[in-house]
């Protein structure tokens, strides 16, 4: 057996027992030399002979999925989102497509947290003032009293929704297979996409990227948002026309915006830089020690059973 793994975080100190596992198990595994996700011909030049791949965010295109060898049987995720993955050309070639959901949810949902946080005290702006010995004043906002809209209420929108619940916020929720009993409970109100974009002070956006949510927030949908709202999206990038909501921090009609995800990765050229409560982290909302270890398990584990002809309860394509 011959495996390749790429996920730039999989050779950290937290995945050694995953990786000590699975390279117990296979002949030869080949690392990431890159240190970054890999582009299509780049995934191809890592293929040949490969049975099984562990992926992080790489672009897995249908014309790689083409041209990829007979030996491919599976593409294991380390994480949740697959829309980098081609499924139907996948599901065409005859390769299984694993993700490893759950395992990171309290590390995107506190890192949502954190920049709900700093959009409401414009955190960054004032640390970088203080540096170069400014003294300024600054008003925020609170987050208790406020509204927290949640679109998508996964596995990462409910974690949101309990912290949120605890600031005395009031959280709203958007999800088509609504969890009835879960909002019940943690008196979650449950609207329309459109009701909870319009009567959100905080919008956190928690839906994968395929072609319904591409941009699923424009420039209509921006506008009628309640005036300051600040969004914050650390799902994907495409989720958010950048450019509409540039438009709308520039005019003052959004309040900020908290990103970690972004339509092009990394963030070389966008219209959103350099514009004040504009936050930005590198898609780095899985990348705490404890998901990083869940997410390096559960990809091993995945892989090896779709290779060992067992069971593998997280196959997205069976």
């Given at each position: 057996m011959k495996i390749l793994v790429t996920p730039t975080s999989f050779l950290k100190p937290e995945n050694a027992a995953a990786k000590a596992k699975l390279e117990a198990f296979a002949d030869e595994v080949v690392y990431n030399d890159l240190g970054r996700p890999l582009q299509a011909e780049e995934i191809l030049e890592r293929l040949d002979g490969v049975d099984g791949y562990v992926a992080g965010l790489d672009y897995i295109t249908a014309d790689v999925l083409e041209k990829a060898?007979?030996?491919?049987?599976?593409?294991?995720?380390?994480?949740?989102?697959?829309?980098?993955?081609?499924?139907?050309?996948?599901?065409?070639?005859?390769?299984?497509?694993?993700?490893?959901?759950?395992?990171?949810?309290?590390?995107?949902?506190?890192?949502?947290?954190?920049?709900?946080?700093?959009?409401?005290?414009?955190?960054?702006?004032?640390?970088?003032?203080?540096?170069?010995?400014?003294?300024?004043?600054?008003?925020?906002?609170?987050?208790?009293?406020?509204?927290?809209?949640?679109?998508?209420?996964?596995?990462?929108?409910?974690?949101?929704?309990?912290?949120?619940?605890?600031?005395?916020?009031?959280?709203?929720?958007y999800d088509p297979y609504f969890d009835e009993a879960f909002a019940k409970e943690y008196g979650i109100g449950k609207l329309s996409l459109d009701e909870v974009l319009t009567t959100s002070d905080f919008i956190s956006l928690h839906v994968p990227l395929n072609d319904s949510t591409r941009h699923m927030i424009d420039a209509s949908k921006i506008a009628e948002m309640k005036d300051g709202a600040i969004i914050i999206n650390t799902a994907r990038g495409g989720i958010i026309d950048e450019q509409a909501a540039a438009d709308a921090v520039k005019n003052g009609k959004l309040g900020g915006l908290g990103l970690d995800a972004f339509e092009q990765e990394p963030l070389i050229d966008s219209p959103l830089k350099g514009l004040d409560n504009v936050i930005f982290t590198p898609h780095t909302g899985a990348h705490t020690a404890e998901a990083v270890s869940g997410m390096g398990s559960m990809a091993v584990d995945n892989v090896i059973a779709v290779l060992s002809g067992e069971d593998c309860p997280y196959v997205l394509n069976k």
């Open positions: 060898p007979a030996s491919l049987k599976v593409i294991s995720r380390y994480g949740a989102g697959v829309d980098r993955v081609d499924m139907p050309a996948a599901t065409a070639k005859g390769i299984k497509v694993t993700n490893t959901p759950g395992t990171n949810s309290v590390a995107v949902c506190e890192l949502a947290f954190t920049l709900m946080l700093c959009a409401a005290r414009n955190v960054p702006k004032l640390h970088a003032a203080v540096e170069k010995g400014e003294w300024p004043r600054s008003q925020g906002v609170e987050l208790r009293g406020k509204t927290l809209g949640i679109v998508g209420m996964g596995a990462i929108g409910k974690n949101l929704a309990t912290r949120a619940k605890a600031f005395g916020m009031t959280v709203n929720a």
